[in-house]
């Protein structure tokens, strides 16, 4: 299963919307679909798991959404601090990542 | 509070063996349903898992690389090292440590803040 993520780089203001986009290749199961924020210097964070279910601590700007083989990550109203990139990530008989969303400051 | 911290040499020659090690603190590798994973992420590139340990021992390894690679716990230390031989200058990158939960959701909860190794001569 390859996971396909769009778009690679989304320039936004804080503020706004953040829509992004993780695509399988094959229908998976929704309780193996994650996504993680990456910072340059920190630990990465875990934001959903099982597709919609937001982690501990994670405000509830993000929610996450979809099933089958389209999956949806949304920050409602983007934070300066969210600016970093995001992967979605999925279980199948093994542990696989997509390539990735930057989103930027525009 | 859970933590994980990778640690090893920054710089390892080709064809030599690595060897990292994932310090955590916070829970118990013995713990039933926990794992902790190893992923790394070569510069510019996609994030790439490597290898798991279970709380029971048991292992998984990418089939790609599974004949390199070697992962084992020290549950008295708080510990999980990788080792992966005959080091190339494509596995250069940054490689992760990270716990989750093995049984339902199989997604990873906590992670190292990475360790950057590089394979030159």
């Known amino acids: 299963i390859v996971l396909a993520q769009s778009p690679g780089t989304l320039s936004l203001s804080p503020g706004e919307r953040a829509t992004l986009s993780c695509r399988a290749s094959q229908s998976i199961s929704s309780i193996y679909l994650a996504w993680y924020q990456f910072k340059p210097g920190q630990a990465p964070r875990l934001l959903v798991y099982g597709a919609s279910n937001r982690a501990t601590g994670v405000p509830d700007r993000f929610s996450g959404s979809g099933s089958g083989t389209d999956f949806t990550l949304t920050i409602s109203r983007l934070d300066p601090e969210d600016f970093a990139v995001y992967y979605c990530h999925q279980y199948g008989s093994s542990w696989m990542f997509g390539p990735g969303t930057k989103v930027e400051i525009k | 509070q859970i933590t994980l911290k990778e640690s090893g040499p920054a710089l390892v020659k080709p064809t030599q063996t690595l060897t990292l090690t994932c310090t955590f603190s916070?829970?118990?590798?013995?713990?039933?349903?926990?794992?902790v994973g190893w992923i790394r992420q070569p510069p510019g590139k996609a994030l790439e898992w490597l290898a798991l340990?279970?709380?029971?021992?048991?292992?998984r390894y990418i089939p790609s690389l599974k004949s390199r690679l070697t992962v084992t716990r020290d549950t008295s230390k708080s510990q999980v090292v990788l080792t992966m031989t005959d080091m190339d200058h494509v596995d250069t990158g940054t490689y992760f440590c990270?716990?989750?939960?093995?049984?339902?959701?199989?997604?990873?909860?906590?992670w190292g803040q990475g360790t950057l190794v590089t394979v030159s001569s």
């Open positions: 990270a716990l989750g939960e093995m049984i339902s959701v199989r997604s990873f909860d906590y």
């Open positions: 916070g829970f118990s590798l013995s713990t039933h349903g926990v794992g």
């Open positions: 340990i279970y709380w029971d021992d048991d292992k």
